[in-house]
T-cell receptor, first 113, second 113 residues
Framework: DTEVTQTPKHLVMGMTNKKSLKCEQHMGHRAMYWYKQKAKKPPELMFVYSYEKLSINESVPSRFSPECPNSSLLNLHLHALQPEDSALYLC????????????FGPGTRLTVL | GDSVTQMEGPVTLSEEAFLTINCTYTATGYPSLFWYVQYPGEGLQLLLKATKADDKGSNKGFEATYRKETTSFHLEKGSVQVSDSAVYFCALTRNTGGFKTIFGAGTRLFVKA
């Protein structure tokens, strides 16, 4: 299995809602990543988990809360988002954090109303 | 700080034309370099990579050589197809002096039949 899966594919939420994005990989990778991608822009790194521990938080607002329950799963909990948070959220994984290529999921298209 | 600069698009070519997309970088230490491709509505896919100076990455007819003296990693293909139409991202990852992964702005390629 060489795939990273993400659910849901699309999500529409209000500014007072709480929702979660999910990401899963079964490649035995020990590094997992969340990116945010606005339209016609490159992905921007948000968080990195290495061996299930949060190792990098790129000054992301606290309304985004990551969680890594085990080595295969990565969640992103969303609360009190703003319309400007609407974007494609991409999950990726790599063998480890040491400069290896990242395998990306298809993304969750998030719209905040 | 670290950065990746790509040629601005869009690039429009006829089928079977030669493709070059320029990419230059600045980075601390010795980064790994990557080209990713993103088709409409999808996540990113690794196209090729190079991990040290003078390495040549190649895949599906695409090539790029890691040139430390010119800090470049230009993408080339000898004969493009309509199916190559996509957005191409140059990226670097380094893990010395702290982890960094940075994407260029992306270059959109249109190939006409």
């Amino acid at each position: 299995d060489t795939e990273v899966t993400q659910t849901p594919k699309h999500l529409v939420m209000g500014m007072t809602n709480k929702k979660s994005l999910k990401c899963e990989q079964h490649m035995g990778h020990r590094a997992m990543y969340w990116y945010k991608q606005k339209a016609k822009k490159p992905p921007e790194l948000m968080f990195v988990y290495s061996y299930e521990k949060l190792s990098i938080n790129e000054s992301v607002p606290s309304r985004f809360s990551p969680e890594c329950p085990n080595s295969s799963l990565l969640n992103l909990h969303l609360h009190a988002l703003q319309p400007e948070d609407s974007a494609l959220y991409l999950c990726a994984s790599s063998h480890d954090r040491l400069g290896n290529e990242q395998f990306f999921g298809p993304g969750t298209r998030l719209t905040v109303l | 700080g670290d950065s990746v600069t790509q040629m601005e698009g869009p690039v429009t070519l006829s089928e079977e034309a030669f493709l070059t997309i320029n990419c230059t970088y600045t980075a601390t230490g010795y980064p790994s370099l990557f080209w990713y491709v993103q088709y409409p509505g999808e996540g990113l896919q690794l196209l090729l990579k190079a991990t040290k100076a003078d390495d040549k990455g190649s895949n599906k007819g695409f090539e790029a050589t890691y040139r430390k003296e010119t800090t470049s990693f230009h993408l080339e293909k000898g004969s493009v197809q309509v199916s190559d139409s996509a957005v191409y991202f140059c990226a670097l990852t380094r893990n010395t002096g702290g982890f960094k992964t940075i994407f260029g702005a992306g270059t959109r390629l249109f190939v006409k039949a």
